[in-house]
């Protein structure tokens, strides 16, 4: 996957965000990012995760960690319906209108998907990691928020659920792959066509959650992932995690390569940083 370079462009306003339903705080290294429609419990729409992307290109090149949390006591409901009606949401593209009255055809259609995508995919950038702190329900597209993230933190009152089957649709937002690595194909297929709800304790056995925690402890956990993230050098935590996401696809003689290339890079970094501190 192609890496877009950090703070390219201008960031989206504080109004583009409001409309977005997002909140962004950015803190030397990191960045908040909250989704913020309370009265929709945090439903997203299509300018939420178009804006998402546009986030994540434009992020100040010293942000090594983001967190993505909901606000309130939900995480995200998912997709919000009215994308679903012919008048579609305020301002914003109609996901079906476009097939009802003929003006969209399926490449149009697979465009559109694929700029929504945009707003998940760079969450799996090397030069991040990507933290999903979730209460509540994680419903759908809120499923593959936190899915796209590197590390997912759950409140005890956390609950997983993939609802597109059940509304006719399928997963599109780049979640079935990390399912499908996670928990395997069989379980995958359980969770998706079930559409059932997977709560905190199983999310955490199945692999889901990287922790579990009560809900008055969310926020501190979180906090202490992000302190032992940024403890770690930043140069050598950007090479491990892109060791580590070419390690499934690789053989081992082929990961055992690159893990040569990659330690000759460091090698050759810190011996160049000695050199110049002497």
Known sequence: MAQAPNGAGEPPTEDELSRAGLKLKVDGHIARITISRPERRNAMTGRTWTTLAHIGQTLPEDVRIVVIAGEGDIFSAGIDLDMFTPEGVEGERSLVAGVLDGSADADDIEDHIAELQAGFLWLRR????????????AIGAGFQLALSCDIRILAEDAKFTMKEPALGLVPDLTGTKPLV??????????????ARR????EAGELGLAELVVPVE????????????LLATNPEAAVATKALLQQAAGNTLE?????????QVDRLTSLAKAMGAGS
């Open 126 to 137: 090397p030069d991040i990691v990507s933290v999903a702190a979730v209460r509540g329900h």
């Open 181 to 194: 690595d996670i928990v395997g194909v069989n379980r995958a297929v359980e969770i998706c066509l079930t």
């Open 198 to 201: 997977v709560e905190a304790a």
């Open 217 to 228: 402890e969310l926020d501190g956990a979180v906090d202490d992932v992000v302190a032992a």
């Open 254 to 262: 082929e990961q055992a390569r690159a893990e040569r290339r990659a």
